[in-house]
Antibody, heavy 119, light 111 residues
């Protein structure tokens, strides 16, 4: 069974750093793209970026380029989303998603990680 | 990068059919057959309902169907059921640097 299991909720202060994770199982982790999607409170879905764990090829939405870092450790089938200095506006639910190499849809979603940034 | 345009809300009675539109440009919806649709119930992760314009993943009810005409894609739900009440999002490949884009979402209310 394909699963994407994300790390737990986080409460941080502005200016702090954070790295959340997404562990894939039940499939060949290096053969599919893993992306990240933001959903701010009460708002819609926003595309952040994507990584191909097989060769670490990474693409970012221009809206998030320079604001976050996407990485992956294929040895433990885990992708990451990282911030170096959080802002209150980063408060949101973050989902990791799987995407087939030849497609542009997201067939599996993680359960989401809620990040709250507040002083 | 502008989101794809969806109506904020639609509604229908049980048993009826409804259609949700998703309007983009020739750089996304109109230029490629890579439109997908997602259903999100409150407090839950989204779920893939339609991919590549009109294909249903295994396990998705055949009451859900997708189509496209020009720069507008559509999701049709027939035989509405109470469990269909949710938010629906479209997504498309885009030739812009972002590569993927979502619609703003549509809240479906089953009356």
């Amino acid at each position: 069974e394909v699963q994407l299991v994300q790390s737990g909720a986080e409460v941080k202060k502005p200016g702090e750093s954070l790295k959340i994770s997404c562990k894939g199982s039940g499939y060949s982790f290096t053969s599919y793209w893993i992306g990240w999607v933001r959903q701010m409170p009460g708002k819609g879905l926003e595309w952040m970026g994507i990584i191909y764990p097989g060769d670490s090829d990474t693409r970012y939405s221009p809206s998030f380029q320079g604001q976050v870092t996407i990485s992956a450790d294929k040895s433990i089938s885990t992708a990451y989303l990282q911030w170096s200095s959080l802002k209150a506006s980063d408060t949101a639910m973050y989902y990791c998603v799987r995407s087939w190499p030849g497609g542009y849809y997201f067939d599996y979603w993680g359960q989401g990680t809620l990040v709250t940034v507040s002083s | 990068q502008s989101a794809l345009t969806q109506p904020a809300s639609v509604s229908g009675s049980p048993g009826q059919s409804i259609t949700i539109s998703c309007t983009g440009t020739s750089s996304d919806v109109g230029g490629y057959n890579y439109v997908s649709w997602y259903q999100q119930h409150p407090g839950k992760a989204p779920k893939l309902m339609i991919y590549d314009v009109s294909n249903r993943p295994s396990g998705v009810s055949n009451r859900f169907s997708g189509s496209k005409s020009g720069n507008t894609a559509s999701l049709t739900i027939s035989g509405l059921q109470a469990e269909d009440e949710a938010d629906y999002y479209c997504s498309s490949y885009t030739s812009s640097s972002t590569s993927r884009v979502f619609g703003g979402g549509t809240k479906l209310t089953v009356l």
